[in-house]
């Protein structure tokens, strides 16, 4: 019986034509696309948590904005963030299976979380899957934005709670380097220049060092990591700032602060925050430091 049940698919279309999706699944017909077409590492989706979450974020920031611009009604705006929320809380993130090398800048990710949403949301709503007329991947989830600001914003937030997490455990061998600086304050060891001894000192005068010199690559990385605060979330394309979208910037960005005490701004450099890769590499400068 389970396994017939395991089989039952439900159709749904695109611009391209009709496919058979596995009934279970709350992603749809795009991100079945997705998987055939973007077999290339061995690295997907669902093993990236924070990366999921931070796409809920972004999605439960323009749902409210696009709710506060009367563009989603309070139904459809409600279930939406309903799902967000659920995400957020760790659940249904075996949905999202896509591979993480994939062509289409980021669409493939993008219509994953749009579908896994618009599915979830449509079962709180009383409807079944697929039944996109009441809340649609495209249309409603996905209204105002694109993959062009939506899948970038998405990174920024993800490699910036990914940073929050990264210094806790660092405080954490701080304060370890610390303690131990204390216990061996009395050992005396040779101290060592150019492969060579030199003046004597304490083997906790080295463990203050180490502190030391992690206490001043946390500095760098929470610099380094205040640029993933801007964002290009509100303009449709990747180069034109005719394409911004009146509203839609200062709302998500009121919702980003309200929701996670965090002060996101708009990015006046569009093209630079959706193709640059100036700021990763100043973050992962700064991890090279610390990992030396």
Known sequence: ???????????????????????????GVQTLRGIENFRISKFHLNEYPLFIQALAITKMGATVANRELDLLTEEQADAILRACKEILEGKHHEQFPVDMIQGGAGT???????????????????????????????????RSQSTNDAYPTAIHIGLYYTHLKLVKHLEVLIESFRKKA???????????TQLEDAV????GQTFNGFASILRHEVKNLDFAAQDF????????GY??????????????????????????????????????????????????????
């Open 108 to 142: 493939t990710t993008n219509m994953n979380a749009n579908e896994v949403i618009a599915n979830r949301a449509l079962e709180l709503m009383g409807h079944q899957r697929g039944e996109y007329q009441f809340c649609s991947p495209n249309d409603h989830v996905n």
């Open 1 to 27: 019986m389970e396994q017939n049940l395991s089989k039952k698919t439900r159709t749904e279309s695109d611009l391209i034509g009709s496919r058979e999706v596995p009934e279970s699944a709350l992603y």
């Open 182 to 192: 204390n216990e061996f304050a009395h050992v005396i060891k040779m101290g060592r």
């Open 239 to 292: 180069w034109n700032r005719n394409h911004r979208r009146t509203g839609i910037c200062g709302e998500v960005h009121c919702r980003f602060a309200q929701d996670y005490g965090i002060g996101y701004q708009t990015s006046r450099r569009f093209g630079g925050s959706y193709f640059g890769h100036f700021l990763h590499g100043r973050l992962f400068g700064s991890d090279e430091a610390y990992c030396c």
């Open 200 to 203: 004597p000192m304490t083997l």
């Open 229 to 236: 605060l801007t964002v290009n979330m509100g303009c449709y």
